[in-house]
């Protein structure tokens, strides 16, 4: 086999044309014409720009792949997917169970088993979509080293995958809400108020996209830490078990006022997650329009953690895959 000179050898036949690109041939028969000058090195960072591009060009990629890694889980358990809707709904008992009644966390809470089950429901989406984005990379080094396109595609996909996921559990929590939400249990509450259905149950559907902007771009600049520290992943989880207690999950943040502690309510009420919560539980338990703060707390931290944690991933592009 050997290779022809392309600025002698005659193009298509003909002598006179001229081509760019290196002819391989054996004897005089030629085989084939490689061009490279389109060739690019695997996990090349492109421009910003042209990174997005070719993001959105994995738009169906990230659909189906969410979509078949959601039909796929839980395949190996007898119940199967059905444990999706068991887990929160058994989450949320307990922590019923341990906080309203025995610690009687439910105090001042008006509906506090709707609150409870918004809050655990909600926050096992949140905490599942942040953990899956971080994960993304260390968990697909394989593929990462493989094959070139935008690493973003995977700690997104992750993220798109666990909204798939929720899907069910949203609308299992919705239907606990409305028959158990006004619930009374002897005195377990302080009130109640009845739950009817009314336009601003529509609300939880900005609210849960604005959170899910949050969590892309937390998932973003997360999948870059872990990706340089495996260790941080533990962290992650640590991280996240805080958050849970800090986003009034399980509690009313209106009994730190009592106790003098104004500011842990300031942190609460910037905290992205809390405004989530809040958002769903003004709208479906209270029929309320959600107080206008948490709308711009929600949408600032959308619209940041979306911009910052796309730029710091696409930063370190070239690091993806590097053998550690």
Known sequence: MTQTDPRTAPANGRSGQQSSAPTFSIGARRI???NGSKLVRVGARLSLGQYIKELWQFRHFLFYD???RVSSQNNLDSMGRVWMLVNPALQALVYLTIFGIILETSR????FIGYIIIGVFTFRFITGAVTGGADSIARNQRVVQSFNFPRAALPISATIREL???VPVFFMMAVLVYFLGDYEIGGLEEGVQPIHL???WLLFFPAIFLALLVMTGLGLMLARMVNAHNDIKHLVQIGTRIWFYA???IFGVDRFSNLGHDWIITVMHLNPAFCVLDIIRSAWLYAEFPDPYRWVVLSAWAVGAMVIGFIVFWLGEESYG???
């Open 322 to 324: 590097k053998e550690r």
């Open 32 to 34: 084939a014409q490689v």
């Open 164 to 166: 798939f996921a929720s």
């Open 66 to 68: 969410s979509r078949s």
């Open 108 to 111: 001042g809470v008006v509906n």
């Open 247 to 249: 986003s009034a999950v």
């Open 198 to 200: 009314t336009w601003h």
